[in-house]
């Protein structure tokens, strides 16, 4: 009788053991699976912050991440549908179509982001949108996977009680043994220490991971903006040297050819008065010829850098320009300019450049007859108008050349510009740029 018991005791403990082990190789898959989801998660971040690095700077080296992670999701989705679809929750199935739809939708959101930036149709507002559109796919991914998460955390809870429940039975039962139930219980404790030693190593392993995330996302951001300033900065520069470069042209046509110009009609005057035989005709034409050199000259050294706008300001420089756009285009103009004297001169003369490009635009495709130019203090920032009566905006493209260059000198001064059709018919151009001092 004490050998049946003993061999139904030794059995039992066996099965005991056999069943403690499969719950270990069960919470192991569970752990892994646990560790897909995040994985899965982190590397959606990877793809989002890949993406928002290139946005910023443009620079195909900061799209690596993105590429890598688009890969790595490409590698896991498969492991992910095989977890969902092969768990024992009839909800947790039903949540497979959701993420697959979440996830494309993510990736070809950021590759339409990624395509338009490369096309350099950098639009702040558009960005800001796609940026909001992104986060909201962010979200309800997080939550997706939150609640998938929270399924698995309580299968592996379940796992561990039912892990714990055999490990009881069989303590019980291999204590009623003598040595082979010391054998049987240094086994099971064996087991035990190893499933929680593998359980602690994943912990600890998820934590480094994460940690190593959070730095990598932290330096990434800190380099995209120093990138970024960096970018700003040499903008600034150049066009300050752009202008420089404008400026010295200007004299240098004003100061060399308008004199030479000058001298010439001088010296043709003085040879008409010593040789009265010469053909009036002939003298008038040459006459008219210098005249219209010294015309020209004067138009040139304006276009490259008026000398109003330094002496004068940009009322004063706006209104000989809209003037001599009028005589072009024998157009009806308006100019109100008030309190141009708090803009600081980089500022002004970004507002004076995009006030050619923008009445260059009425002359070439408006068809216009009236010309309105504003400009006033408003708040915090100096608000410039130009309005026309034209065909619109219509057959014009948002992100064509001119609206384009028009936008990124707004911006090189931290201001914004608006581009799009008046509410009874034309286009309106609204620049607003920011002042250094409030006015009183």
Known sequence: MAAVA?????????????EMAALDDARQHESTTLLLLQRTLGTLVD???GQRGFILSGRDEFLQPFVTARAELQRLQPSLGAYIDGSGSAPVRTMRPAIDRLIAQRVAAAEETIAHRRENDYEPRRDLVDHIKAKQLMDELRSEFATLEAYQTAVLERRRNDS???AAVTSTLVGALTAGGSVLMGGALWLLWRERRLRDEADAAVRVARERLEHQVTERTEALSEAMVRIQSFAGQLDHRIEEERRRLS?????QLGQIATVAKLVVGDLARAHPELPEEHVGQ???LLDEAIRITRRIAGELRPPMLDDLGLGAAASHHVRSVAALGKLETRVEIAGDEHLPPDRANQIFRILQEA??????????????????????????DVEDDGVGPVD??????????????AA?????LQFGPRPHGGTRVTVRVPLETVPR
Do not use: K, P, Q
């Open 286 to 288: 040459i006459t008219g």
């Open 47 to 49: 793809l989002e912050t």
């Open 396 to 409: 014009m493209r948002a992100d064509a050349s001119g609206v384009r260059n028009m936008r990124e000198r």
């Open 164 to 166: 714990e429940d055999v």
């Open 412 to 416: 090189l001064v931290g201001g914004s």
């Open 6 to 18: 003993y061999a139904i005791t030794a059995y039992a403990g066996y099965r005991g053991v056999r």
């Open 359 to 384: 009445t260059t635009n009425v002359l070439r495709h408006a068809g216009a007859t009236h010309l309105a130019v504003r400009g006033r203090v408003e708040g915090r920032h100096y608000r410039f």
């Open 251 to 255: 004299r240098e046509v004003h100061d």
